[in-house]
């Protein structure tokens, strides 16, 4: 007798939570790295080297990661299209 493992369908809740999951992390982890490299480089060509505009940019970087994947779990059909 044997046993066979249950094969779960690719199509699942679980497997789309997990999908939206890896993009919104996917995606704010980016706009804060290019929140960073835009305030360090606001920090060393403008502001003589003070700390504030990198926080800055990492606050916007995180805050725009945040509002996109508020509109992601909040989306019916997954992840977002954009229409021309």
Same mark, same amino acid.
């Given at each position: ?31 804060? /790295?290019? *929140? &960073? =490299?835009? $305030?360090?480089?606001? %920090? ?5 080297? !003070? #700390?504030?505009?990198?926080?800055? /940019?990492? *606050? &916007? =970087?995180? $805050?725009?990661?945040? %509002? ?5 779990? !909040? #989306? ?9």
């Amino acid at each position: 007798m044997s046993t066979e493992s249950q094969v779960v369908p690719s199509g699942t809740s679980q497997n789309l939570l997990n999908d939206k999951w890896d993009v919104v992390l996917s995606n704010t982890l980016i706009k804060t /790295g290019l *929140g &960073f =490299g835009g $305030g360090v480089l606001a %920090s060393i060509l403008l502001f003589k080297r !003070r #700390s504030f505009p990198v926080w800055l /940019g990492i *606050g &916007f =970087g995180l $805050g725009r990661g945040y %509002s996109e994947g508020d509109a992601i779990f !909040r #989306s019916n059909h997954g992840l977002r299209t954009v229409k021309a």
